[in-house]
């Protein structure tokens, strides 16, 4: 149960991470037609999941479990396709056809 606890814990602060440290997917779409914005967006998108991933070797040092890094790792392999996603659909529309689900990720 412990284990479980500390996993949900780490998806929640590796979101909370991203939250502060980059905009959101419907953002970036809106800004990512710009290479030079886009790159940004990646760029913060890497940092925040660093810094994420300090939090979760953290907890899984102070707890002696993986599950928070196992936790992280997931969010961070999401979030990169969801950014990427927003990133393309802004390449391939010029940002102004943004919100739109028709592409796939």
Known sequence: MQAAGLFLMSLGS???VLSAMNSSPWTIENV?????KA???MKYTYLG??????IG??????TGTIWPLIGVALVSIVMI???RHAIRNAQETGGQDFGSM???A
Not at 49 to 54: P, S, T, Y
Not at 57 to 62: C, K, V
């Open 102 to 104: 028709s592409r796939p």
């Open 57 to 62: 070797a953290g907890a899984a040092l102070l």
């Open 81 to 83: 396709v969801v950014y």
């Open 14 to 16: 590796a979101f909370e």
């Open 49 to 54: 999941l660093g810094m994420a991933g300090c």
């Open 39 to 41: 790159a940004s967006a």
């Open 32 to 36: 990512g037609a710009d290479p030079r």
